[in-house]
């Protein structure tokens, strides 16, 4: 625990789609530990290194907007391209008038966050993978603005600017206490390829526009 | 795919409309889209990468690797495209798997996949390939004011109605606006996934610039680009955070009280305060 960071981000809007709200996506009130990881895997990561999120500020108002687009209900098969690979005569592209399906989205406006996290070394670490190594470039890059991809809020469309925080954190929107219910915190992969990752859950409370994950998880996580 | 682009890039693009709707919003009998806090007009990534797609597939009809992935219109034309060139392909190896070889076909063999990556999974699952461009809410520069316009027609649909002898009909429209849309490109998405190079990327500018051009339509009144400002960092990760490159661009209002009702309405002031290690290129 001793090289944490905390980054700041911010975006016009956000949408952490709650997984029993999908077809219309409908956002969590707060972003997830899960998307937050994303974040900082988008700055930096290697398979030596695993990100945890300690805490999460809220720094403002929560507030929703709601948006409809039309969007594509299918996905690709992977049947076909093989075909296609194998020189066979195939229709791979997708119409979109006709696989086309209104959906309305509930997003979230003007939000920012501060993300206190660490990483640990995983099992992939080799002799040269020390964790002051990774710490340093990962500071490097949050510092100067470097990403491997321009991280998001939950969605591609929503772009995070981050910026890593030198100073105190600024305070939050929210007083006192609030709950939020059970939240996605995370997906537990598996080892082997073939079982499918593991959604966990865990009662997302605020205090002071302050979640602090590891404690919130202790109180139970459900998966 | 030959030379993936090396550089991670950041754009400004400025687009305006007069007496059009640039993008309909379903949920409000396709007025312009707003944004009810602030009364700013919206344009979703996916309807400017809707005309990303038809620029194209419009230009580059039937050239192979270059086809479009999600289509709009007619599918039928499809069915006459040549087979699939399966010349390219290394010959099947046991060590990988095969999920792999299908995303690196997809992506050689389409554009859209290639820019803007694409979902691909079934019960054997393929993944989804993260494309290096990103783009996000286009929005106007002032509030917008959306304008009801009826129309009528001297002609009936129904038999019955032969004695109306006209029909009414609504189009929305927008006097003027100004749109500011902002995107990033990943150059190691490009490198180690996609495949997205060189040529490629000056296409995709391309297409930023002209792909109005080609989207005329009733509804749409006058659309074009009016500023494409690139930012290319010197290095894969860049140089710089990207919303200080995007504040370099201010755009400021110069008709006074009344509403803009032109592009000259406006000032562009792009600053050459540029950090190290990113040039400013303005492609229009």
């Given at each position: 625990m001793?090289?944490?960071?905390?980054?700041?981000?911010?975006?016009?809007?956000?949408?952490?789609?709650r997984?029993?709200m999908?077809?219309?996506?409908?956002?969590?009130?707060?972003?997830?530990?899960?998307?937050?990881?994303?974040?900082l895997e988008?700055?930096?990561w290697?398979?030596?290194i695993s990100?945890k999120?300690?805490k999460?500020?809220i720094?403002?108002?929560?507030?929703?907007d709601?948006?409809?687009?039309?969007?594509?209900l299918?996905?690709i098969?992977v049947?076909?391209i093989?075909?296609?690979?194998n020189?066979?005569?195939v229709?791979?592209?997708?119409?979109?008038?006709?696989?086309?399906?209104?959906?309305?989205?509930?997003?979230?406006?003007d939000?920012c966050?501060?993300?206190?996290a660490?990483?640990e070394?995983?099992?992939?670490?080799g002799?040269?993978d020390t964790?002051e190594?990774?710490?340093?470039?990962?500071?490097?890059?949050m510092r100067?603005?470097q990403?491997?991809?321009?991280?998001?809020l939950?969605?591609?469309e929503f772009?995070a600017?981050?910026?890593y925080?030198?100073g105190?954190i600024?305070?939050s929107?929210?007083?006192?206490?609030?709950?939020?219910?059970?939240?996605?915190?995370d997906?537990?992969?598996?080892?082997?390829?073939?079982?499918?990752?593991?959604p966990?859950?865990?009662?997302?409370?605020?205090s002071?526009?302050?979640?602090?994950?590891?404690?919130?998880?202790?109180?139970?996580?459900l998966s | 795919?030959?030379n993936?682009i090396?550089?991670r890039?950041e754009?400004v693009?400025?687009?305006?409309?007069?007496?059009g709707?640039?993008?309909?919003?379903?949920?409000?009998?396709?007025?312009?889209?707003?944004?009810p806090?602030?009364g700013?007009g919206?344009?979703?990534?996916v309807?400017?990468?809707?005309?990303?797609?038809?620029?194209?597939?419009?230009v580059?009809?039937?050239?192979?690797?270059y086809?479009?992935?999600?289509?709009?219109?007619?599918?039928?034309n499809?069915?006459?495209?040549?087979?699939?060139?399966?010349l390219?392909?290394?010959p099947k190896?046991?060590?990988?798997?095969?999920?792999?070889?299908?995303?690196e076909f997809?992506?050689?063999?389409f554009?859209d996949?290639?820019?803007?990556g694409?979902?691909?999974?079934?019960d054997?699952?393929c993944?989804q390939?993260?494309?290096?461009?990103?783009?996000?809410?286009?929005r106007?520069?002032?509030?917008?004011?959306?304008?009801e316009?009826?129309?009528?027609?001297?002609?009936?649909t129904?038999?019955?109605?032969i004695?109306?002898?006209q029909?009414?009909?609504?189009?929305?429209?927008?006097p003027?606006?100004?749109?500011?849309?902002?995107?990033?490109?990943?150059?190691n998405?490009?490198?180690?996934?996609?495949?997205?190079?060189e040529?490629?990327l000056?296409l995709?500018?391309?297409?930023?610039?002209?792909?109005?051009?080609?989207?005329?339509?009733?509804a749409?009144g006058?659309?074009?680009a009016?500023?494409?400002?690139?930012?290319?960092h010197?290095?894969?990760?860049?140089?710089?955070?990207?919303?200080?490159?995007?504040?370099?661009?201010?755009?400021?209002k110069?008709?006074?009280?009344?509403p803009?009702?032109?592009?000259?309405?406006?000032?562009?002031?792009i600053?050459q305060?540029?950090?190290?290690?990113?040039e400013?290129i303005?492609?229009?």
């Amino acid at each position: 625990m001793g090289f944490g960071f905390r980054l700041k981000v911010w975006g016009d809007y956000a949408c952490f789609t709650r997984p029993e709200m999908k077809v219309e996506r409908v956002s969590y009130d707060v972003i997830t530990p899960s998307a937050a990881r994303g974040i900082l895997e988008a700055i930096y990561w290697k398979p030596a290194i695993s990100w945890k999120i300690d805490k999460i500020h809220i720094l403002n108002q929560i507030k929703f907007d709601n948006i409809r687009r039309n969007e594509v209900l299918g996905t690709i098969p992977v049947s076909k391209i093989q075909k296609a690979m194998n020189g066979e005569e195939v229709e791979l592209c997708q119409d979109a008038n006709q696989d086309r399906a209104q959906r309305a989205s509930l997003l979230l406006r003007d939000v920012c966050y501060c993300i206190e996290a660490h990483f640990e070394m995983t099992k992939k670490a080799g002799s040269d993978d020390t964790p002051e190594k990774h710490y340093n470039v990962a500071l490097r890059r949050m510092r100067k603005g470097q990403c491997y991809h321009y991280p998001y809020l939950g969605c591609r469309e929503f772009p995070a600017h981050f910026e890593y925080i030198e100073g105190d954190i600024p305070c939050s929107y929210y007083s006192g206490e609030r709950d939020l219910g059970f939240m996605l915190w995370d997906l537990e992969f598996s080892e082997d390829p073939k079982v499918e990752a593991k959604p966990v859950f865990y009662r997302a409370c605020m205090s002071d526009g302050i979640i602090d994950v590891e404690k919130c998880l202790c109180y139970g996580g459900l998966s | 795919m030959s030379n993936p682009i090396k550089n991670r890039y950041e754009f400004v693009l400025l687009f305006d409309v007069e007496n059009g709707n640039p993008n309909g919003d379903p949920d409000m009998g396709n007025m312009p889209r707003v944004d009810p806090q602030t009364g700013h007009g919206i344009v979703t990534d996916v309807c400017l990468k809707r005309k990303v797609r038809d620029f194209i597939d419009m230009v580059k009809t039937g050239e192979p690797g270059y086809d479009i992935y999600v289509k709009s219109g007619a599918i039928l034309n499809l069915q006459n495209k040549k087979a699939y060139d399966s010349l390219g392909i290394e010959p099947k190896g046991k060590k990988d798997s095969p999920d792999v070889r299908a995303t690196e076909f997809m992506c050689k063999n389409f554009f859209d996949i290639r820019t803007f990556g694409a979902v691909m999974s079934t019960d054997v699952n393929c993944g989804q390939v993260r494309g290096p461009v990103q783009i996000n809410f286009g929005r106007s520069i002032d509030p917008i004011f959306q304008q009801e316009v009826t129309v009528t027609r001297l002609a009936v649909t129904k038999e019955e109605d032969i004695k109306k002898g006209q029909t009414m009909g609504k189009k929305q429209i927008l006097p003027y606006a100004l749109y500011r849309t902002e995107g990033y490109i990943s150059a190691n998405l490009a490198n180690k996934t996609t495949g997205f190079n060189e040529d490629d990327l000056e296409l995709f500018w391309d297409s930023l610039v002209n792909m109005f051009e080609h989207d005329h339509s009733a509804a749409r009144g006058k659309m074009s680009a009016r500023k494409l400002i690139v930012f290319k960092h010197a290095t894969e990760l860049g140089s710089c955070q990207a919303h200080k490159l995007f504040d370099l661009v201010k755009i400021n209002k110069n008709s006074g009280d009344l509403p803009p009702r032109s592009f000259s309405d406006y000032d562009i002031e792009i600053s050459q305060d540029v950090p190290d290690g990113v040039e400013l290129i303005e492609k229009l």
